[in-house]
DNA sequence: TGTCCACTGGAACGTACGGCTT
DNA sequence: AAGCCGTACGTTCCAGTGGACA
């Protein structure tokens, strides 16, 4: 269990240390702000459009667009918030259900999740999702309110399993009698168009509401405020904060990754028992996020995508096909005495591996000689040796020579 | 201009599993 | 206990394809 000195230093210098942060919950990505700086306007849009509800009125259906950490979560969590709290003011029965799809997984889940919300147990799994919807619309109805539904990243589903429930949602008014429902999708792909039914995306976007990234400026004011309510007076340095919200909006102006930097570069300093955050200590916990990132991945990877991209490791030096990442990944198999997979189901693993950042992989025709992906690391190999070199299945294989009995693996 | 390579990627289907309803 | 159900993970089949080469 370690040494229980080496603890005692760690835990008392962390109590009597310096201490920087007056209240880190509030860098959290899911604090949600008395203020919502740069996002008025977003916030009187969605107020009137959601308004006619304290009127017994069904409001119109929204689809909201934008980016990651663009604030879009946060106002309409805001905006529904106080919109329940004015309609008990005026006795109207609303209630609203947040739902995020991608958490959530899968439809299933996310009528039994909206059930829920209206009072009906619903088992974690046993029945058909028709079953499940049936239910949540009898419950609905039952409980005579305006019941307003909003789908967080619902285009995470909605590529993954298509818009048949969707669909279903959009026309659940014509059965019901004592109940209304508005949906608010909320979406970080802006194509999300091309994936829907035009009936389904008509009936959802009756209203629509678009999210531009913050710029840096923008950041920065956003950075300001929390930091006001997260940290001592006088710690954080100018220098610091300017380059939290610079870093944050080359990355498309996400406000979560500048809100993150700024808590990790506040940890970095606590621990180095410094009085103050600089930008070195930005710079560094820049580094530790990408790399923890890094490693997460990495660890939690299925055995066999761990071989497919052990084997794009030992053939790295320049990029190579899915063809020879296949004879190395058979090679792999052979020295594990594993069964291998097909060549197909590897091509959708390296295309996994490549939504999540670890490979870059390409499709080129090569003319004659066919067309194929061509793949290479994304990640430094130095990742690579250290989470898998430490594995006890298939850590040997880092240092595996492979026989690259075909001859071209390696060659550009 | 047509051929042909080495795949890609969609679709349908199979299997195993945990868990519900009846 | 039987009969479903969703989910995860995988296979099989096959039409489609970009571009070098003859």
Request: glycine letters at 8%; a neutral charge.
């Amino acid at each position: 269990m370690g040494n229980p000195s080496i603890l005692d230093d760690v835990f008392e210098s962390f109590v009597n240390g310096v201490r920087l942060f007056k209240d880190r919950e509030v860098l959290r990505h899911d604090y949600l702000p008395e203020k919502l700086p740069h996002r008025e306007d977003q916030i009187r849009l969605l107020g009137e459009t959601v308004a006619p509800v304290l009127r017994d009125a069904r409001c119109s259906n929204i689809f909201i667009y934008g980016k990651t950490g663009t604030g879009k979560t946060a106002v309409a969590k805001y905006v529904l918030s106080y919109l329940e709290a004015k309609a008990k003011e005026y006795g109207a029965s609303v209630r609203f259900c947040y739902v995020n799809c991608r958490m959530t997984g899968s439809e299933y889940r996310v009528f039994a999740n909206l059930s829920q919300s209206v009072g009906m147990s619903i088992p974690f799994t046993g029945l058909s999702v028709g079953e499940v919807f049936d239910r949540f619309r009898a419950g609905l109805d039952s409980s005579r309110i305006i019941f307003i539904i909003v789908l967080d990243e619902v285009d995470a589903l909605i590529k993954d399993r298509g818009d048949s429930f969707m669909y279903e949602l959009t026309r659940i008014n014509e059965t019901l009698n004592r109940s209304k429902v508005s949906i608010i999708g909320i979406s970080n792909d802006l194509r999300l168009k091309e994936f829907l039914d035009p009936r389904v995306f008509s009936s959802l976007s009756e209203e629509e509401l678009v999210f531009r990234p913050y710029d840096a400026g923008e950041l920065r004011n956003i950075l300001f405020e929390r930091s006001k309510l997260s940290f001592q007076e006088g710690v954080l340095s100018e220098a610091a904060l300017s380059i939290c919200a610079a870093l944050a909006a080359a990355e498309h102006g996400d406000a979560r990754r500048a809100l993150d930097l700024l808590r990790v570069a506040g940890e970095v300093a606590e621990r180095q028992s410094a009085k103050s955050i600089t930008e070195e200590h930005v710079r560094q916990a820049e580094k530790h996020i990408e790399h923890n990132r890094v490693v997460e991945a990495l660890k939690n990877l299925t055995l066999q995508t761990k071989l497919v991209l052990l084997s794009v490791y030992h053939l790295s030096k320049s990029s190579a096909t899915t063809g020879e990442i296949y004879d190395i990944y058979n090679e792999l198999c052979g020295e594990l005495g594993m069964g291998l997979l097909t060549q197909r189901r590897l091509g959708t693993l390296i295309n996994e591996l490549d939504a999540m950042g670890l490979v870059n992989a390409k499709v080129v025709s090569m003319g004659r000689y066919g067309r194929t992906k061509k793949i290479r690391l994304e990640i430094s190999r130095s990742h690579i040796k250290d989470v898998f070199g430490s594995d006890t299945r298939f850590g040997r294989l880092i240092d595996y020579t492979p026989k690259l009995s075909k001859g071209s693996a390696g060659k550009c």
